[in-house]
């Protein structure tokens, strides 16, 4: 990702966040790790206010789990100092390094969005600074609009200073983890109906390649925070890639043997183990600039969610478009989302199923890719999700998402980001 230019933090919040959105700049935006993969997080105007310098803890009570931090710790850092005092993220996304605010911005989900719901039902209070009105607290009973209109807002109503989090508790850093090998879409529907209620955390790896009877072939992965094992964070172990390609590892040939040796790879059809929770949780941040492997192009990620009256026709037909273009990613994650209501306006997850896969970019390739797939998702009232967006037309988007406009109303007129104004203005 290409950093925008970048303001850092004096020890002065308030003065300095007077100071920054009143320069002679169109626009800016908050920065935190940059790890949203389209243009949500960048500004029109190039011009950041990067967040990271923010993140200190600002008190914690470890009887209830409340913490209460600056927006800039990412949660990397935020595990590091609740998981020995015995408590955990509510929710967590696939990778730790996210700042707190980002995670409130993007309302992330994760593994257990069936009995968690989104990280913005576990928020109680955020501090905003808005240009006009200075610093604002806000949460479900005060300034509920605002409130509403920031988790999931993409870092719009206001530069998010600090933020109120109820933890969960757990007495061991480990995970029970039970790796189920299933052979096509329809047995990954039969798993989910019969165990994603009764565990934590559920996903599943699928085959993006893999046609006709086999279609949506893949690995069901369940888990359970362990009752025994200790309760320190893990340290890091991460392994760089040895090399910077000029063009993508990822292509017809090696993606078509990686997912055939990946699906083998699991001898048995059901395998239980005791894991780390990072390897459970964030296996690609165990390899440092694997991004890299797509070359210098990068790559795109589609993400949709379907909702469930359809949701097997419209996976498979979607997987189908994908198999016959010969394109996609090694890792390409299926998950049922529960019907646990967001508190966010512009929350992401809705009850249904939710694909995501990287593409390599390539053009036009990918864009008439994408339109077949996007007129599949909108006809089956679907979405995509922004925080990893970097192609929805301004149609789809208000179609999927009719609220934006009370978003739009509650935005700070100094924070403009490229995607809200490719799919708004």
Not at 25 to 48: E, H, K, P
Not at 215 to 234: I, V
Not at 304 to 323: G, M, T, Y
Request: aromatic share 10%.
């Amino acid at each position: 990702m290409q950093h925008a230019n970048e303001i850092c933090w004096p020890q002065d919040v308030s003065n300095h966040m007077t100071q920054s959105l009143c320069q002679p700049i169109n626009s800016t935006l908050a920065f935190g790790m940059g790890r949203s993969y389209g243009d949500s997080c960048l500004a029109v105007s190039d011009q950041v206010l990067l967040m990271r310098g923010m993140d200190r803890m600002l008190s914690a009570n470890w009887e209830d789990g409340v913490i209460h931090a600056h927006a800039g710790l990412t949660l990397d850092q935020l595990i590091n100092i609740t998981l020995p005092q015995g408590w955990f993220l509510p929710v967590t996304p696939g990778t730790r390094f996210v700042t707190l605010g980002g995670a409130v911005a993007n309302d992330v989900h994760g593994k257990n969005h069936h009995s968690m719901g989104t990280f913005g039902r576990h928020v109680s209070k955020l501090t905003l600074f808005r240009s006009v009105e200075g610093e604002v607290t806000c949460s479900a009973d005060q300034q509920p609009d605002l409130f509403a209109a920031t988790v999931g807002g993409l870092g719009l109503t206001g530069v998010i200073l600090s933020v109120e989090l109820q933890l969960q508790r757990v007495i061991s850093n480990q995970i029970n983890q039970r790796c189920i090998k299933f052979g096509n879409l329809e047995e990954f529907f039969a798993l989910s109906e019969q165990y994603s209620s009764s565990n934590e955390y559920s996903v599943a790896w699928i085959d993006c390649l893999a046609r006709n009877k086999k279609t949506g072939r893949g690995h069901y992965l369940l888990g359970n925070h362990a009752k025994q094992g200790a309760l320190h964070a893990m340290k890091k172990t991460r392994i760089k890639m040895p090399f910077d390609p000029s063009v993508s590892m990822i292509n017809k040939a090696t993606l078509k043997s990686f997912n055939a040796l990946y699906y083998h790879r699991q001898i048995r059809k059901d395998i239980q183990s005791l894991v780390r929770y990072d390897s459970f949780f964030y296996p690609l941040d165990a390899i440092s600039g694997w991004n890299k492997m797509y070359g210098k192009q990068g790559f795109q990620q589609y993400q949709c969610v379907i909702p469930d009256d359809s949701a097997r026709e419209v996976i498979l037909a979607i997987l189908n478009e994908i198999s016959r273009s010969g394109t996609g990613s090694f890792l390409a994650v299926l998950k049922q989302f529960g019907n646990l209501p967001s508190p966010g306006i512009l929350s992401f997850p809705m009850s249904g199923a939710t694909l995501a896969l990287d593409f390599p970019q390539r053009e036009p390739e990918n864009m008439r890719l994408f339109e077949k797939l996007d007129a599949l998702v909108h006809e089956a009232r679907g979405r995509l999700y922004p925080a990893k967006d970097a192609h929805m037309s301004a149609v789809h988007f208000q179609r999927a998402y009719p609220n934006w406009q009370r978003v739009e109303n509650l935005r700070d007129p100094r924070l403009l980001s490229r995607f809200w104004q490719r799919v708004t203005q």
